[in-house]
């Protein structure tokens, strides 16, 4: 046999060296990231601004729309009345689902208002209840099953939390406790996100520097009552008369966060703030 030619050493390593380095963040490896279908709306609690309402009908299919509400946050007083936001009770066709039992919520009959929902709202209240109850069930499938149809997931106070993938404010001792570790799991229609809400009235702006300080890898998103960010794939923006508190492991003027305002848009890839469109 004749002489096998090796391959020079030096051209491999130019062309190792000419291969991309992927970064976390990078366009091959997003930071963080939404849902690749749908719209999800994450309200900060309170009463519901005019642009969290409109918003709120127009991705769930305008006139046509129709609502499931889980108000199951709520406590077991709350729900003798269950609370439905005014906008849906009145103008659209919505259906209340609502147990503590992960057996129900792995049932059919639970989960078949969920098969033909166009948009979903899920109320304030604590968000442990939300997870107990509904975290990796069929339920929690079905949801994801409406955001894969195009449908719209909206949740206000606790139901915005439980939408980040690091579920914050989740023990039942209390909601001052940021982090449980028998309570940590969300929903995570948004990866590597961890949400609060109520953040100016409460006056929980720099709250979650604590929990990115401890996870690294995840974004803080806080978000003040009546103002909400809308999330289609990997960009979100702002709207409602309040702001969004960003949490990103750096000092930002001295503070752990910075604001962003209604119009701002944000890149869940790249963790940052784009110009509004």
Known sequence: MGDVARPDRRHLLGLLLALPFVRPGSAGEPRSSGPAKGTLLIVGGGNNSAAVIEAARHHAGGADARWVVIPSAQSDDELQSPKVPDFIRTHGRFTVVHTRDRRVANSDAFVAPLVHATAVWIDGGRQWRLAEAYGETRTEQALWGLLNRGGLIAGSSAGATIQGSFLIRGSPAGNRIMIDP?????FGFLRNVA?????????READLAKVVALH??????????????????????????????????????????????????????????????
């Open 182 to 186: 028998s309570h940590v799991r969300g």
């Open 195 to 203: 949400i609060d809400q109520h953040v100016v009235a409460r006056q």
């Open 216 to 277: 690294p890898d995840l974004l803080g998103i806080g978000i003040d009552e009546g103002t909400a960010i809308v999330v289609s794939g990997n960009q979100f923006t702002v709207i409602g008369p309040s702001v969004v508190a960003i949490t990103d492991g750096a000092l930002h003027d001295g503070r752990p966060y910075y604001l962003l305002r209604e119009g701002a848009r944000f890149d869940l890839a790249t963790w940052r703030a784009l110009p509004p469109a």
